[in-house]
């Protein structure tokens, strides 16, 4: 049978009922995780918060008080876009137009609790706002207004059941109103405004409050759940500005735990919740630190996270164009890339990917990066998508120009996060790998961390997956691992398990690395790497992934490519006798075809694997996922099967070497 269409064998009658939320990966916690804000221990002095609102208030511009537009535009600004929509830009506005959620369907009636249902609506506001203003036709106004109006009918922003009025879709819904309410505030009647405005104040102020800083508080400042509902806040607060005094407030509190997300962020640019989060998180990065630009003249852009995440993006792409490097909670492994069920309406639209490669467009502007440019034309011209075509007749600059993919090497070490990508060539052929061996967050946490008593972490989205790796060749996914989990383990990715057992402390929840020591995680590295043109060579520390009570004490991997063949070498020494098991996995039925040979199939191209060492026993088994659950309760998904895995162990030992060789 063929293993990728049969996900729906393991899921129970409570989990069909909830088709809304049985994927739910932009949208998930469990009950243990503290995503957004936590309190802990009261200690003395002022919260750190407090002292960064004190030091940057983040005000609005003097001469933005009492008009609108002035969170993102001023008029004078939106006579240089009409002109741009018209001239330079026509193609990528019609672009915009063309895809406006407000103009293809009705907005979600009230609740409105359906996945990602208030999220759309908000997105709908702003797109149609946008379009109003450069085109100056009614129906798009009408349109707004429309959203706008459900988006005050939902009586509770975000899920009734769940962090309600607090979480993502409160900051989306915040961003959607408030930027619409700025846009069309000339166009909207006094009645109008007053129940948009009195929705904004009402919601914003439970937000605030949720958020501010109190004795012994602190926030997941790299964590998706705290930095998106502050974008909205941010947005709102600016939108309403001459309205409520609060609003001075909320812009400060923004501006605070905005610096926080960019201090902790990580310096390579690589997103360490993986690529999907990249894609749902970037845009409320950028969104926030345009209305602090623009409305406050309070530019916050200057960091390596941000000048070098065109770097992560653009090696996270396989060389089809529209798969992924999927190490985290990235898609659904298998099921994603043989784009089956329901998620590929949202992940691949129309066949290409939603990677909201428009982002990139600002950032090479802001940075005046003609390689970041590249990669955004490069990725605009595979096709794929982006969720708010409309910014890019703002965030693009068609005066800077363009550097070709081929000019940028094509191969990269992310020292920071451990993670080294590889290809031969820019091109559709090209063979490649991705090989990760760092901690969840990055090395460069283990020294921040102590320094920043209102940060704790929230890693959930990081797999315990140290020394996997991801291969591609021939046209072909040929081995990964088996995508977003509600309890994420080290048997779904392509690394090494210790008398069957993973890394840290999996297996407990959705947040592998709770209460385990981040000083051992930062233990994991990438010992020495060599990238070539032809050839690759890496050597990793994976002993501290590893907890104590297993007896290692050392455990290097060496990962190697040369001349079409992956080497990859395990040596271990142990206190005492444990078994080592490497794992290899396939999104189809994986097949032995000799005494030590095994073949992963797949389309066209199928990856042959064999085993060098004698004496290791090799199984087959069917990939096990716990899927996500719904939100608030992600750990309790159901159980789907996706792919297959081939296990490859050593009998138990004190010392062991493992050898595997893979090719295409």
């Known amino acids: 049978m063929n293993q990728t269409f049969t996900r729906r064998r393991f899921l129970g009658a409570a989990a069909l009922s909830l088709p809304a939320f049985s994927l739910t990966s932009a949208l998930a916690q469990d009950a243990r995780e503290s995503l957004g804000t936590m309190q802990g221990k009261v200690t003395g002095g002022p919260h750190p918060l407090e002292t960064l609102m004190q030091a940057h208030p983040a005000a609005l511009r003097a001469e933005l008080r009492g008009v609108h537009p002035r969170v993102y535009t001023t008029k004078a600004g939106l006579d240089d876009l009409r002109q741009r929509a018209k001239g330079s830009q026509r193609a990528e506005w019609q672009k915009g137009l063309a895809g406006l959620i407000a103009m293809r369907e009705a907005p979600a009636a009230a609740p409105a609790q359906k996945r990602r249902a208030q999220n759309n609506t908000a997105i709908g506001i702003i797109g149609a706002a946008l379009a109003y203003q450069i085109e100056g036709d009614a129906k798009y106004l009408e349109a707004a207004k429309r959203y706008m109006d459900a988006a005050v009918s939902y009586e509770v922003w975000g899920y009734t059941f769940s962090k309600p009025d607090i ?77 409520t005094p609060e609003a001075a407030q909320w812009a400060a509190l923004s501006r605070a735990i905005f610096t926080r997300v960019l201090e902790v962020a990580s310096p390579d640019g690589y997103f360490y919740e993986g690529v999907e989060y990249w894609i749902f998180s970037m845009p409320w990065i950028i969104h926030a630190l345009d209305a602090f630009a623009h409305a406050a003249g309070d530019d916050l852009y200057d960091t390596p996270a941000l000048s070098k995440a065109h770097l992560y993006i653009a090696h996270s792409i396989t060389p089809n164009g529209q798969d992924i490097y999927d190490f985290g909670d990235a898609f659904e492994g298998p099921i994603t890339r043989s784009r089956v069920g329901e998620e590929p309406a949202r992940t691949h639209p129309g066949g290409k990917l939603n990677s909201n490669y428009n982002l990139l467009y600002r950032l090479a502007a802001r940075f005046k990066n003609p390689e970041a ?55 559709p052929k090209a063979t490649a790998f991705a090989f990760r061996a760092g901690p969840p967050e990055g090395h460069h946490v283990a020294h921040v961390i102590d320094k920043l008593p209102d940060w704790h972490l929230e890693m959930g989205h990081s797999h315990p997956d140290a020394g996997s790796f991801i291969l591609f060749g021939g046209g072909s996914y040929l081995t ?51 990238l070539e043109r032809d050839r690759a060579d890496i050597v990793a520390d994976l002993a501290g992934a590893y907890r104590p009570e297993l007896g290692v004490e050392k455990l290097e991997r060496r990962f190697s490519y040369a001349r079409g063949v992956w080497t990859v070498t395990d040596t271990l020494r142990a206190s005492k006798p444990v078994v080592l098991t490497a794992q290899v996995h396939g999104d189809r039925a994986i097949t032995q075809t000799g005494a030590h040979s095994f073949v992963v199939p ?49 009998p138990a030992s004190k010392a062991a070497t493992l050898t595997t060789t893979l090719k295409f």
């Open 480 to 530: 990964g691992p088996m995508g977003y989990a509600g309890i994420p383990k080290s048997n779904l990715s392509n690394t090494l398990l210790i008398d069957d057992q993973g890394q840290a402390n999996e297996g407990g929840g959705h947040d592998a690395f709770r209460d385990y020591p981040y000083a051992r995680l930062d233990s994991i590295r990438i010992a020495s790497t060599k």
């Open 167 to 243: 979480d993502l879709a409160a900051g989306h819904l915040l961003y959607g109103l408030g930027a619409g309410y700025d846009l069309l505030y000339d166009a909207l009647t006094e009645e109008e405004r007053k129940r948009y405005r009195d929705k904004l104040i009402r919601q914003a102020g439970i937000l605030a409050k949720h958020f501010s800083p109190k004795p012994g508080k602190s926030y997941s400042y790299s964590q998706n759940h705290c930095f998106i509902p502050i974008a909205g806040l941010a947005v709102a607060a600016y939108a309403v500005w001459d309205d």
């Open 373 to 427: 440019q590249g990669v955004a034309d490069w990725m605009a011209s595979l096709g794929h998508v982006c969720a708010e075509d409309f910014w890019t007749l703002l965030w693009r600059d068609p005066t800077l120009k363009s550097s070709p993919m081929s000019a940028m090497t094509p191969h990269h070490h992310f020292d920071d996060l451990g993670t080294v990508y590889w290809r031969s060539d820019w091109t």
């Open 602 to 650: 797949g389309q066209p191209a199928s990856l042959k694997v064999d085993v060098a060492t004698t004496g290791a026993k090799a199984v087959i088994a069917p990939g096990i996922v716990v899927a996500a659950g719904p939100p608030g309760n992600v750990d309790k998904g159901p159980k789907e099967e996706r792919g297959a895995v081939l296990r490859v162990s050593l």
